[in-house]
């Protein structure tokens, strides 16, 4: 079946740098992909959707200069959180939905996680 | 907006027990999705609906359109069952509105 997946799957960096968190739809392409992020025994929260060959879409209160948006190809995205700090810590996860006929179907597909520490 | 509400919050029971966990949504929606996170966080997505019911082998997962309400039951639970269930709609929009989850425990 079409999976989805993330890498790293952890990562611990120092504060004031950048991490790049990759997602991609391994057997399916994906036009749009969503990003969440989810801190400790708190529920996921949307961050941006990210659209192949267009700018991404940001939910309010999520700093677009912050989180980096790149959706090169159909089958992959890519968040780049830069100059992390500390409160950057979380657990951000990728989906997609799948297309079939140029429609989105309700079939959504999620990636296992990217663990980010910042210390 | 839509808001989407699971109810218990935490649960503990027996191995055996029969578990149910409930969700309501405000708005309409397109489908309806039941996840499992484990400890560390790994998600999988166990049922997306949009109207009906489906049943996986111990897990049955049933939705209300009119009611705005879906539950997920498990039979004849297991300790293995251990994790966070969440309850995820998605609206016509497209976005997706996850639940806080419930915090299932299983004891042997």
């Known amino acids: 079946g079409a999976v989805v997946s993330q890498h790293p799957s952890w990562v611990i960096c120092k504060s004031g740098t950048s991490v790049k968190i990759e997602c991609r739809s391994l057997d399916f392409q994906a036009t749009t992909m969503f990003w969440y992020r989810q801190f400790p025994k708190q529920s996921l929260m949307l961050m941006a959707t990210?659209?192949?060959?267009?700018?991404?879409?940001?939910e309010q209160g999520v700093e677009k200069d912050k989180f980096l948006i790149n959706h090169a190809s159909l089958t992959l995205s890519t968040l780049t959180v830069t100059s992390a700090h500390p409160e950057d810590s979380s657990f951000y996860i990728c989906?997609?939905?799948?297309?079939?006929?140029?429609?989105?179907?309700?079939?959504?597909?999620f990636g296992p996680g990217t663990r980010l520490t910042v210390l | 907006k839509n808001e989407v509400e699971q109810s218990p919050q935490n649960l503990t029971a027996q191995e055996g027990e029969f578990i149910t966990i409930n969700c309501s949504y405000s708005v309409g929606i397109s489908a309806l999705h039941w996840l499992q996170q484990h400890p560390g966080g790994g998600i999988v997505s166990l049922f997306m609906?949009?109207?009906g019911k489906k049943k996986h082998g111990r897990l049955i997962a049933t939705i209300n359109i009119q009611e705005k309400h879906s539950s997920l039951h498990i039979t004849a639970s297991h300790p293995r069952d251990s994790a966070v269930y969440i309850c995820?709609?998605?609206?016509?929009?497209?976005?997706?509105?996850f639940g806080k989850g419930t915090r299932l425990h299983i004891l042997p």
């Open positions: 609906l949009s109207s």
């Open positions: 995820a709609a998605r609206g016509r929009d497209d976005k997706i509105i």
């Open positions: 989906s997609a939905p799948k297309l079939a006929g140029g429609v989105f179907t309700d079939t959504q597909y």
């Open positions: 990210s659209n192949e060959g267009s700018k991404a879409t940001y």
